[in-house]
């Protein structure tokens, strides 16, 4: 009754349950290795985006004779929009005639 017989065709339960497990034991690999990139990926944003706020600071000194007081003044002619800060909390800023992250004032 339960013996499979040479001419059906078809997986076993025991066959399906197999293929089932690798293929959870694998995406979990994958989703752990792919786990990291999330941060890495932040951390290039942050990198890019005050190397992009430097050279427009850098660009209004040329032009202006004088350096930004805030993102304010570099957006809409040197920067098209302000850049967002990919961490919540966060946020770019202008001290010392170059770009930083801060945490965001309350307030």
Do not use: C, W
Not at 12 to 41: H, N, P, R
Not at 67 to 84: A, F, H, Q, R, T
Request: aromatic share 8%; net charge negative.
């Amino acid at each position: 009754m339960f013996l499979k017989k040479m001419d059906e065709k078809g997986f076993t339960l025991v066959e399906l349950l197999v293929v089932v497990v690798i293929i959870g034991i694998l995406a979990s690999l994958a989703v752990f290795a792919l786990g990291g990139q999330v941060d890495k990926a932040k951390k290039n944003k942050i990198e890019a985006d005050l190397r992009i706020i430097d050279a427009a600071i850098e660009l209004y000194y040329v032009e202006k004779g004088e350096y930004p007081n805030s993102l304010d003044d570099l957006v809409g002619e040197y920067l098209k929009e302000e850049p967002v800060h990919p961490n919540e909390g966060k946020e770019y800023r202008i001290e010392n005639n170059k770009a930083v992250e801060k945490d965001k004032e309350t307030g």
